[in-house]
């Protein structure tokens, strides 16, 4: 695990010996496990739900993972590195785990939309049924978290069930559940000690002997409450008149916890309430943790009833609110509402014996960041730097060794404390601005960026030209490539990347690594790909050397892009692979783009059933990521493949799906991918003039080329075709010199120019046998198999050519039938021919408009939008709008 995260907040926490055993809140867990998603625990402190989840878990035969959260985990990011943590801990013989969680520790982290995916997809490998419990869930705050746990809900495994144990009741879609029947829920009234319980907690575990009378009344003045129970058990001990006692126990609960806290309190020696006090600042406590806070000089006990370790055992023993966090009795933490009792009762100790009470706490907070620093604890050294007041170290900390603190989880509380600060406190130093920056880049906060750069600018303008603010001036650069890198600006990277590099340290390896991945991207955007080649290639080494895994995984997607583009199928497809590899062999979003690369490779191949698996996991992993045209990418795919398998229905159908979702989410530049597909498709269908339209609208000349070769106006094809060889002639486009060789083959051909037909043919087979392209070859149809039926007839590439021949067969076989259905006259195929006011309404259904949008353009009630919906479903024979869509594409109505 990650040094910088804390294990024990993975333990289940133990059971006591003497626990009451609650029987009928066991059953209930039991019941919720097998039949509900999930199982709240919800009530105040001190009413046992964390122990009686635990005492369950003893018994239950379910694995767990179990995560007890602190503030600190309000980061998104971080609270999924723990929950991965957590998973880990409890598959640790799974040894597919590793390969996602290479990903979740290395920096930077990868965005909640990458995370949680990734989760629900290993919980959907496991087989056993699991549990995952996630305790004190009171301290998230954060909306992000409560969307993603809400998701989690909705789409983890049946064989999956969430605990969430809290004191107060989560924003999560409660009602939605109960209505369902998906949620047990167990809370105060459930909690509450009964009478039995009560006594047998007083008989055996706090062994104080009451009459049945006194118990009965312990219980009634108490409420139940456990922790209640209990600091009354501990007031009374040894006490002859416990009735008195227990009669004087009067008012609300918040008046019994600080008269029996007082009681237990005052019992102790001082030494003991001094080590209590001064340790309340820790949320967890170690032996040698509490020594380096305690102790001032050299840090060392004056003996062993002084040490730390010494007087966890001691307060454990004396059940004195402190509960264990492994195994092995090394980690503690106070009960919740005890440890706020003793910070309360710390500060009025302050203020009686010291002049400056902020001084002392300080004092104790800045030893426990220098123990956490020197055991590589980072984050955690952050906190208490932060709660120190102590500036300067809290940024040096941030910075971090090397990689700033901001990718390691910390996004959440350096922005926190970022906000507080003041410009002036900000201005003192310029690496404060740039962080600041950095982190609302990561959180998605991207409006507020530039202001924190320029910001920085102006006062590293002010301070002179140096070392590290000239390193700063790099980050800036850095920071302003990666926002260009999203909006796709080529220029803008290129500028910003180059003066990153320029600036930033030989030292400074994260930053340069980053810059230089970005550069690679303009260049790719520039179609200048030995440059970008070049670029992928130091990223991915250097990347490798740090750990970087994203970026490690973003370079070699883009050289397997590139290997692409050069037609190195084999190295492509290898290094897709090894994609996959890095990424885990569970399928994962971050891997989505391997496969549609290897599912384009194995296309041309045509491998189709490999094909076709790779496409489908791309589309599904993609449809998990926010804001991407990966899936339409993947649709497109899918829709050539049902094309040459001969679903020209499905294949429609999966298009206008593609279709649609470019046009709702604004991705413009997948529009001429689905139109050259659907060109294709409508020349198959003899649609020619409606494919001559799209060919035209988006620019596709080698379409447009074949919509004249399918009219027959061959000598318009050629001249489209050589002005398209001009332009690719000496450039590095060898994909795409490729396919219009192969075009210009059969335009030769069909135009009645057979030698040179010949001679194209020759340099198509020469570029395509080295590395097994088939379906360029084969997609061209009838026209490519008598073409090269006369190249083996001249033994052009004799092997080859039998090779590709020999692919043909089959195809006459798919090709025929849909032949016949696409000649049929929509007239004759349709039940009824729609009205032009259906036509109308089919129409803006195409246009990806919904029935409100339709009522409102056509100015027309929206029950008859609807009516016009159900007679236009059934003329077409259809069920959906993507059916209806597809269907209409299919026999020219649209």
Not at 544 to 572: C, D, F, P
Request: net charge negative; charged share 20%.
């Amino acid at each position: 695990m990650d040094t910088s995260m804390i294990s024990t907040k993975l333990y289940i926490p133990q059971t006591r010996s003497h626990v009451v055993k609650r029987s009928r809140l066991i059953d209930k867990l039991d019941k919720s496990a097998k039949h509900n998603k999930l199982t709240l625990i919800s009530a105040s402190a001190g009413y046992g739900k964390t122990t009686l989840v635990s005492d369950w878990l003893a018994c239950c035969k379910w694995a767990t993972a179990w995560l007890s959260l602190d503030e600190g985990d309000n980061d998104p990011t971080r609270f999924f590195q723990y929950l991965f943590a957590a998973w880990q801990r409890m598959v640790i013989n799974d040894e597919e785990t590793a390969g996602p969680l290479n990903i979740v520790h290395s920096p930077p982290l990868p965005s909640i939309d990458l995370l949680l995916p990734m989760l629900i997809h290993k919980m959907t490998a496991t087989t056993e049924n699991c549990l995952v419990v996630l305790d004190d869930y009171h301290v998230i705050q954060s909306e992000t978290i409560h969307r993603a746990v809400a998701t989690l809900l909705e789409r983890m495994p049946d064989h999956v069930h969430l605990i969430i144990i809290s004191r107060e009741e989560p924003l999560l879609p409660l009602s939605k559940l109960r209505a369902r029947g998906q949620v047990t829920e167990i809370r105060v009234s459930d909690l509450r000690f009964t009478y039995s319980e009560a006594a047998e907690f007083l008989e055996h575990t706090m062994e104080l002997h009451l009459s049945p009378e006194e118990t009965a009344l312990l219980e009634t003045r108490t409420e139940g409450w456990i922790v209640g129970l209990q600091l009354a058990a501990l007031s009374i001990k040894n006490k002859d008149e416990a009735a008195g006692l227990i009669l004087s126990f009067t008012g609300s609960q918040r008046f019994v916890i600080d008269y029996l806290v007082e009681e237990v309190l005052q019992r102790q020696s001082a030494n003991v309430q001094l080590f209590l006090m001064r340790t309340s600042i820790l949320d967890r406590l170690c032996g040698s943790l509490c020594e380096a806070v305690i102790h001032s000089g050299d840090g060392e006990p004056n003996g062993q009833d002084d040490s730390g370790q010494y007087m966890l055992e001691y307060l454990e023993q004396s059940n004195l609110f402190i509960i264990p966090l492994d195994n092995e009795r090394r980690w503690y933490r106070y009960h919740h509402l005890f440890a706020d009792f003793l910070r309360q009762r710390f500060c009025r100790h302050l203020i009686a014996t010291t002049q400056n009470k902020n001084q002392s706490v300080a004092e104790l907070h800045l030893r426990a960041s220098e123990w956490y620093e020197n055991h590589s604890i980072e984050i955690e050294a952050f906190h208490h730097a932060v709660a120190a007041h102590d500036i300067e170290r809290a940024v040096r900390l941030l910075v971090g060794n090397g990689m700033p603190l901001l990718f390691r989880g910390a996004v959440a509380p350096a922005l926190t404390w970022l906000d507080s600060l003041s410009h002036t406190q900000l201005n003192e130093q310029p690496v404060l601005w740039v962080l600041y920056a950095s982190g609302l880049l990561i959180s998605g906060r991207v409006s507020e960026v530039e202001s924190k750069l320029k910001a920085a600018e102006h006062v590293i303008q002010l301070a002179g030209k140096n070392e590290a603010n000239r390193d700063l001036l790099g980050h800036i650069a850095s920071i302003r490539a990666t926002i260009a890198v999203s909006k796709h600006e080529a220029e803008t990277i290129l500028i910003e990347s180059r003066r990153a590099l320029e600036l930033a340290s030989l030292n400074n390896i994260p930053v340069r690594t980053a810059a230089t991945w970005s550069l690679g991207y303009a260049y790719q955007l520039q179609g200048d790909r030995d440059s970008a080649s070049k670029c992928y290639m130091d990223a991915l080494s250097s990347s490798q050397k740090i750990g970087h895994v994203i970026i490690t995984i973003m370079s070699s997607l883009g050289l397997g892009m590139l290997r692409e583009w050069e037609n190195q199928l084999n190295m492509a497809a290898e290094t897709y692979q090894y994609v996959l590899k890095l990424a885990g062999d569970t399928p994962l979003p971050a891997a989505c783009e391997a496969h549609l690369g290897l599912a384009r490779i194995c296309y041309e191949w045509n491998d189709l059933q490999t094909a076709l698996q790779h496409g489908q996991v791309s589309v599904q992993l993609a449809k998990q990521l926010e804001h991407t045209d990966r899936a339409v990418a993947g649709e497109v795919l899918l829709a050539k493949l049902k094309l040459v398998q001969g679903d020209v229905g499905g294949a429609a159908a999966t298009i206008s799906r593609a279709e649609y979702v470019a046009n709702q989410y604004h991705f413009k530049h997948q529009l001429p991918n689905i139109a050259e597909v659907q060109v294709h498709m409508w020349i198959q269908q003899e649609h020619v003039t409606a494919a001559h339209t799209w060919s035209k609208k988006y620019n596709l000349p080698l379409s447009q080329a074949r919509v004249h070769l399918a009219q027959g106006d061959t000598a318009t094809a050629l001249a489209i075709v050589e002005a398209a060889i001009q332009k690719v002639e000496g450039s590095e486009s060898k994909d795409e010199r490729l396919k219009i060789i192969i075009l210009l083959a059969i335009v030769l051909y069909a135009h009645g120019e057979q030698t040179k037909a010949l001679g194209a043919i020759r340099e198509a087979l020469t570029m395509g046998e080295p590395h097994g392209f088939i379906r360029s070859f084969i997609d061209e149809g009838m026209r490519m198999k008598k073409l090269l039926g006369e190249a083996s007839a001249h033994r052009i590439m004799p092997h080859y050519t039998a090779k590709l021949l020999a692919q043909f067969v089959g195809e006459d076989q798919i090709h025929p039938s849909i032949w016949n259905e696409r000649q049929l006259d929509p007239e004759r195929v349709l039940i009824e021919p729609l009205t032009a006011r259906e036509l109308e309404v089919l129409y803006l259904i195409a246009q990806g408009l919904s029935n409100d949008e339709i009522s409102n353009q056509l100015y027309i009630a929206l029950p008859t939008v609807k009516g016009h919906n159900r007679v236009i479903f059934e003329k077409l024979q259809v069920k959906r709008r993507t059916e209806a869509v597809a269907r209409a594409r299919q026999l020219g109505l649209l």
